[in-house]
């Protein structure tokens, strides 16, 4: 075919378009594959101790049997049918994953959850939580990710929060001769410009030569805890802005429900993970950096699923009290990951391990209740994605392959489905890793 445009003028119009789409294609990778974790649990930083993941463990399942000791008590409290096997399918999981790995990520907090104290007391408390972290990191105690929340970067507390980091950070790779936990994070609260991970990142660097350690394994997340997190001065969204300050070291960016609904002006009664004004702050946070890389979490729900009674000689009144108590929060809390879930955040907070079953129910019940028609759709969409693709015609619904290809990866991550039941697709684990639709249907040309 005869073409008009000479090929040094094409290539002369695509060379500053190839600059463009590369420089849009560094700042947009996409998501990462890796896993997620799908909770963080937060704890004081006194309270701390080397064990603290497999006791709060054995914690959550003893909750979990006492209030739900079978699968229809489970069905019912969470509005599942007790009936089609179901609820026994995601209540088998639940006490499966509470078996053996009830905390997939730790926060030790030295922020609001354990609150302001003398200096020489948080002093004394970052050396001995970074003891308690190589103790752990010895005996393999410690949850697949941890971390520590340091105080914010505020003229009020940027002294004592860099501090901190660096009495725990000194004491603990002194400890353990240079080590770093596995998925280790350092997270800044309440950041409202772009200037408090930058330094952050700057204090990172420090730390990394005077102590020797590898260069970038100090590695940040950021709490969205005020509206000027969400929209500055100029009416602009400044999250990428304090993404691009970090230098390369965020990896997360997490929402703090109470701080956030308070910076609104909500009362207390309606501050609540699903209230709109959390919602927008959700959708803004997902338009600025969706395709980024950066992992979103969202907060926690404050309703505590803990009964008033304690003791081992209860009545039978004040232990269906308790029962009913606990179920209510369940289902609450319940409600809340799901709505979270549905709007894209597949990670949030939970506050107490009386928390975990309803996390764990949440976020199995919401991937596996789409499994078997995800899969059948999955297996036909690339059959004849590929037969188009194979005869020229143009195939222009991708989004859809690739919105099926994140359900398997989200769901594989978060544990609701296994390798198998991914392969079952027809597709390899590599292909699902991978996230690109394009690529799976380039490599099956002349497949059909």
């Known amino acids: 075919m005869s073409v008009s445009i000479p090929a040094n003028k094409r290539e002369e119009l695509f060379s500053s378009l190839k600059k463009a789409n590369t420089a849009f294609q560094q700042i947009y990778p996409g998501d990462r594959s890796e896993r997620q974790p799908v909770h963080t649990l937060y704890g004081g930083a006194n309270l701390f101790k080397s064990d ?72 004394e408390t970052a050396r001995t939580a970074a003891l308690e972290v190589a103790k752990g990191m010895s005996a393999k105690t410690l949850s697949p990710f941890i971390g520590i929340r340091i105080k914010p970067f505020t003229e009020e507390m940027r002294e004592r929060g860099l501090r901190t980091l660096d009495i725990f950070i000194s004491t603990l790779v002194k400890e353990t001769g240079g080590k770093l936990p596995d998925n280790f994070i350092v997270m800044l609260p309440k950041v409202t410009i772009p200037e408090q991970p930058a330094t952050l990142a700057s204090f990172f660097d420090i730390l990394e030569t005077e102590l020797k350690m590898e260069k970038g394994s100090l590695k940040m997340e950021m709490m969205v805890e005020t509206t000027q997190a969400i929209m ?5 969204n400044p999250l990428y802005k304090f993404i691009k300050a970090s230098n390369g070291r965020c ?39 969706a395709h980024t890389g950066i992992w979103l ?10 009964g008033p009674h304690r003791g081992e000689n209860l009545t039978r009144e004040q232990m269906q ?14 409600d809340h990951i799901r709505h979270s879930l549905w709007n894209g955040f597949y990670q949030g907070w939970d506050l107490n391990p009386a928390q975990f079953p ?14 078997d028609d995800a899969v059948e759709r999955l297996k036909t969409f690339v059959e004849k994605a590929a037969r188009a693709t194979l005869i020229g015609d143009v195939f222009d619904d991708a989004a859809t ?25 027809g597709l390899t684990l590599d292909e699902i890793r991978g996230r690109s639709f394009k690529k799976i249907l380039e490599n099956r040309k002349g497949q059909v």
């Open 321 to 334: 009290e308790n029962t009913a108590i606990v179920h209510r929060a369940w289902k609450k809390g319940y």
């Open 358 to 371: 309803m996390r764990y129910a949440a976020v199995f019940a919401f991937f596996l209740e789409s499994y």
């Open 401 to 425: 392959g690739q919105g099926l290809l994140n359900y398997f990866l989200r769901a594989l991550n978060s544990g609701a489905i296994t390798e198998e039941e991914v392969l079952v697709t």
């Open 52 to 123: 603290a993941a497999p006791a709060l463990g054995r914690r959550a399942l003893e909750i979990f049997e006492t209030y739900a000791p079978d699968h229809k008590v489970f069905g019912k409290v969470f509005g599942m049918d007790v009936n089609s096997g179901f609820s026994k399918k995601v209540y088998d999981k639940v006490i499966a994953k509470l078996k053996a790995e009830a905390i997939e990520d730790f926060r030790i907090d030295f922020e609001d959850g354990y609150g302001n104290r003398s200096n020489e007391e948080e002093d």
């Open 232 to 236: 500055a001065i100029d009416g602009t």
């Open 297 to 306: 979490s969202d907060g926690a729900t404050n309703t505590m699923p803990i």
């Open 251 to 289: 990896i997360a960016m997490h929402f703090g429900t109470y701080d956030y609904t308070a910076s609104c002006s909500i009362t207390a009664k309606y501050q609540e993970m699903d209230h709109p004004v959390c919602d927008f702050a959700h959708h803004m946070t997902k338009v600025a950096l």
